[in-house]
């Protein structure tokens, strides 16, 4: 295998390996939430906490991984995650207050931010080194990995169902330990960063890119407004829905059905990539997600029909990803990949933590039924304003890189 192949088999495997502890973690926190407190407004807390402190790693990485480097950022967040999750085995091992628990989720979620978006940068330089395409390359990268999709939460769920809370957090440490050995063979790629500006200012010039870009801007709007609905769906609705610990392996079957079918719709589209419309595949997506997600409010969890719902789920944002990521590879110039990958999560990912807090204190202090149809309704408007927006449509519009970050 020459040297261009084996890096990008390597960057595809560690992210692989990363996101599969990242998906056991993510069904993990949740459940020991639920059953360390019995409260619905404890996990919103959790999860907000979680994404918060994602946000600011996201930002505070972007502009160092610049700087610095992307691969040195990943490896330290993998280190950092290793010793949170092991820190949080602890704590709930030994009775310790929640207040321990939160911080532990936040140590290691600030600095899982930041690699998040470095390996989120590292990918695009290894790729544009392979024969394919980026749209094809993105689509073989979303095919590969979503085997994590499948192995992660049915994992995370016969885990916690046969070990216990503590046990499935060590061997989720172990995970990251495992995807920091791939990521350490792969070849730095230089930083080319050449100024001397003040981080704050770099903070502000890749707000300013996606601002003034007339794609970036309204598409990172499209994606933080999925994200307030999405997070709450997967860290507090569905855990409510499914019982808490006592439906973990139920949880963990639905999350491993909605990432097989993800990895089907991501290898489809990849098949026929260049083929449809961008802007046409998201806008169907939307639409057709609307009904599917009325199925939990009517039947119960061990309908035949959830397990509908989620293999539509999977299939239909099985080809939103590859998108999302061809769209902000082809605009953004690699010197500023990282400040903009940063600003961009940071946007969408400080909306799930707020929709995690608020749709917990809706099932704490109003009821399932109620935040759920929340739920639905901002889904059917977010579809009616992705439809109306006029520079949502240029996703379709060929952009040389060096033109990426002016008014197109």
Known sequence: MNPTSRNFALIIVTNTLSRIANLVLFLALPILTL???????????????????????????????????????????????????????????????????????????????????????????????????????????????????????????????????????????????????????????????????????????????IWNDNLLRPFTLFSTAVLFFLMPFWAVLLPVYFGGEAGAVELGTFNSVYGGFALLGAAGYGLIAGKLSKFQTINWINWLSVPFYMIPAFVMSDSWLVWIFAGFLGLSVGPIMPIISTVYYQRTPDKLLGRVNGTSEAMAAGAGPLGGIIFGLIIEYGSFDMAYWVFILGNFCIAIWFLLVPGLRLMDTPVMQNQSNEKV
């Not at 600011?56 to 502009?63: D, K, P």
């Not at 290894?126 to 094809?136: C, G, H, L, V, Y």
């Not at 499948?150 to 169902?161: D, R």
């Not at 216990?164 to 791939?182: D, H, K, Q």
């Open 35 to 209: 059953s360390l407190t019995g409260s619905p407004a404890w996990a919103g807390i959790v999860a907000f906490v979680n994404g918060g402190t994602a946000v600011i790693g996201s930002l505070i990485g972007g502009v160092v991984i610049d700087r610095r480097g992307a691969k040195e950022i990943a490896v330290i967040a993998d280190i950092a995650s290793l010793v949170s999750v092991g820190m949080l085995a602890g704590i709930v091992s030994l009775g310790l207050p929640m207040w321990l628990f939160l911080i532990a989720v936040a140590a290691g979620s600030i600095l899982d931010g930041a690699g998040a978006t470095a390996r989120y940068t590292l990918f695009p330089h290894i790729a544009r080194k392979t024969k394919f395409s980026m749209e094809q390359a993105t689509s073989i990268s979303q095919t590969i990995e979503g085997i994590s999709e499948i192995v992660g939460p049915i994992l995370g769920g016969v885990l916690i169902g046969l070990l216990g809370g503590v046990w499935t957090l060590l061997i989720t440490a172990g995970l990251f330990g495992l995807a920091l050995i791939p990521l350490l063979v792969i070849p730095r790629v230089p930083s080319e960063y050449k100024g001397d500006t003040h981080p704050a200012e770099d903070f502000i010039e890749g707000f300013q890119v």
